[in-house]
């Protein structure tokens, strides 16, 4: 993905849903965005995108959770949907079970609480 690319995605979020009051949160704009916006080649990961996201991917380089089912690494998603309709900030995904660890801590909740883990 090109800076340019980045920089176009971040503006229309911003545009879409920072300007109208949606949200005040460029991180939640811009997955707002991704899941509800973006044609197919701007599908992108939204981890790629933000400082923030940035600071959970090195971070969960030191500390990530693991699966209860098979002790798998899980991997973080935003904006997820349970089997029965019900959205929630996050998930935890296991690709090996496929199971999802349903939260409604935001992306950023998690940083600062796995920043906290990791200081132990
Ligand atoms: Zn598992």
Do not use: F
């Not at 916006?37 to 981890?47: F, K, L, M, N, R």
């Not at 929630?88 to 909740?109: F, G, H, M, Q, V």
Request: net charge negative; aromatic share 8%.
């Amino acid at each position: 993905m090109t800076a340019l690319t980045r920089d176009i995605i971040i503006d229309r979020a911003r545009q879409k849903y920072i300007m109208p009051g949606i949200t005040n949160n460029i991180t939640e704009a811009l997955a707002l965005y991704l899941k509800n916006d973006a044609p197919e080649d701007e599908q992108i990961p939204i981890w790629i995108i933000t400082p923030e996201i940035h600071q959970m991917r090195e971070i969960l380089k030191q500390i990530r959770p693991r699966c209860d089912e098979c002790g798998e690494e899980l991997y973080l998603k935003t904006g997820a949907v349970d089997p029965h309709g019900v959205k929630y900030r996050t998930a935890w995904l296991c690709k090996n079970c496929e199971i999802e660890y349903y939260s409604d801590k935001s992306p950023a909740e998690w940083l600062e609480e796995l920043q906290d883990e990791a200081r132990k």
